[in-house]
Structures are given as C-alpha cells and as structure tokens.
Nanobody, 119 residues
C-alpha cells in the first residue's frame, strides 16, 4: 500500500523560507514521477513542480521558478520542497504526489500540509 506523508508546513512572514518533506512508502521515489502540488484558497489544485524518475530537469510552475527547489533523498525514500522568498500568494495546502510509470495522472496523494505566508 502506497503512503505519502507530508510535513514541514507552517506560518511564515513574506520573504521567509520553509522546507516541506514527503516520506514515501510502498513505492520507490527513484522509480516514480514525484511532484508537489498546491491548492490555494478558492482555487483549483495546481502543479508546483514535477520531478521525473528519468533524471530530467524538474518542471516548475512559472510562479515558483527561482524560489522553490525540489530534491530527493533516495536513501530515505523522501522528497523535499525548499521554498524561499515566500509570498502571501504562496499560501496554500501543499500536497506530495506520485505516479507510476504506466500512468499519466498522479494517483497517489498525501494528506497535505498547510503553508501560510503573511505580509
């Protein structure tokens, strides 16, 4: 059974930083596409960044390029999202997600972690 567990959310002032973590079990982060998504208040869920198993460059949303960085620790089977220069519009519930190589959609999701950025 696949389980993704996020942690590291919280409240921060604009310009601050946070690091989100996602612990994966039941799948291997090196053999799955991994991603971070978010749902901002009143908006649809959107992609933040997708990291392909192939080692290709991460695919970041334009709104976070240069500020957010995805990484993974294969020894711990975890992925991370380092968020810097946070803005109030980054306030959202952030979700870790995964998809197997035979699927086009992300079909494994974590429970989400709240990030609140105050001005």
């Amino acid at each position: 059974q696949v389980k993704l567990s996020e942690s590291g959310g919280g409240s921060v002032q604009a310009g601050g930083s946070l690091r989100l973590s996602c612990a994966a079990s039941g799948l291997t982060v090196t053999q799955s596409d991994m991603g971070w998504f978010r749902r901002r208040p009143g908006k649809e869920r959107e992609k933040v960044v997708v990291l392909s198993w192939s080692g290709a460059a991460p695919d970041y949303a334009d709104s976070v390029k240069g500020r957010f960085t995805i990484s993974k620790d294969t020894t711990k089977n975890m992925i991370y999202l380092q968020m810097s220069n946070l803005k109030p519009e980054d306030t959202a519930v952030y979700y870790c997600a995964a998809r197997s190589l035979v699927r086009a959609d992300f079909h494994y999701w974590g429970q989400g972690t709240q990030v609140t950025v105050s001005s």
